[in-house]
């Protein structure tokens, strides 16, 4: 079997097991470190909500502000309360305890991890692939596609057929790179996952697999609500549901740099969760910026007839 081969029969393999909707439980952070506690609930929530992967440490979720004994406690808090009802990824930043942490993932119960690429040294990645396809060969790695890293597509083509790489998460949201990047590699070889839901549609479109939305934090069966009807093929109602409060919700998060972590968590809470306090690079929100999470959630209880975040 060669390169590509074994790169298209690891990304069959978990590609049923990770398609579908992901649920990124935000960390909770203490002055003293992390309360596992308030993150099992918050797994448990979006799991009786209806997610169908759970990930640990993600983007939202500050993983990149964990150190590694912080990290596999998380990861250790949502594969318990996961109890195999759903696959758990783990999010693992791209550094020198990269494949320390994938090894250990493995062992306690991820099925996969998803890479947060810190610089756009396609070479270092590619070293780390190679590496992880050694170290840990029954771990799938999904990479996290954000800035600064930039592929090309002959970056990715390579990447794809020289490592045990199954999937990838766009994070740009630039619908001409994904098209691209995509058709490069032949669509079907990798595990295509979405992170905003204002891109849900075209990314649809485009054949995706799997989406993250922000909402399963705070709303898991809104999350649900409009990927169904995508899934079903009624993109007028997915349209109508996520221009309802997606749309809206990802241009307050977008609007000032810093503060898209912090408005899910004044989600969460205006919601009736707990989502514990953020770490700096986050900001802090203004009263204005509040009060506009305030009327969004607000509205979106409505449309759930008050199920949000109950």
Not at 121 to 134: D, K, W
Not at 136 to 150: M, N
Not at 199 to 221: E, I, R, T
Request: glycine share 10%; net charge negative; with cysteine.
């Amino acid at each position: 079997m060669g390169d590509a081969d074994r790169a298209r029969h690891r990304a069959d393999s978990i590609g049923p097991t990770l398609r579908g909707l992901w649920g990124f439980p935000l960390t909770p952070f203490t002055a003293g470190g992390v309360n596992v506690d308030l993150l099992a609930k918050q797994a448990l929530f979006q799991l009786d909500g209806g997610v169908d992967v759970l990930c640990a440490c993600g983007s939202i979720a500050q993983g990149d502000q964990l150190s590694p004994g912080e990290r596999l406690e998380c990861l250790n808090s949502v594969v318990s309360v996961a109890a195999a009802r759903v696959p758990v990824v783990l999010a693992v930043p791209v550094d020198e305890a990269a494949v320390a942490s994938v090894v250990a993932a493995g062992r306690a119960g991820a099925t996969a991890v998803l890479l947060l690429p810190g610089s756009e040294r396609v070479a270092e990645l590619a070293r780390l692939l190679a590496e992880l396809a050694c170290s840990a060969p029954d771990v799938p790695v999904v990479l996290y596609h954000r800035p600064p890293l930039l592929l090309r597509p002959p970056e990715l083509t390579e990447l794809a057929a020289t490592s045990g790489l199954a999937g990838v998460k766009d994070g740009y949201r630039d619908v001409r790179l994904c098209r691209r990047l995509r058709g490069a590699v032949g669509g079907e070889q990798l595990l295509w996952l979405s992170s905003w839901e204002d891109v849900a549609l075209p990314f649809f479109a485009l054949g995706f697999d799997g989406f993250a939305p922000a909402s399963a934090a705070y709303a898991p069966a809104y999350a649900r609500s409009w990927y169904e009807r995508l899934a079903a093929g009624d993109l007028a109602a997915a349209d109508r549901l996520l221009a309802a409060h997606a749309y809206p919700m990802a241009d307050l998060r977008t609007s000032r740099p810093g503060i898209e972590i912090s408005v899910v968590k004044a989600a969460m809470e205006m919601c009736g969760l707990d989502g514990g306090e953020t770490r700096p690079p986050a900001l802090p929100l203004t009263t204005e910026e509040r009060d506009q999470v305030r009327a969004l959630t607000a509205s979106l209880a409505e449309l759930l007839d008050g199920r949000c975040g109950r």
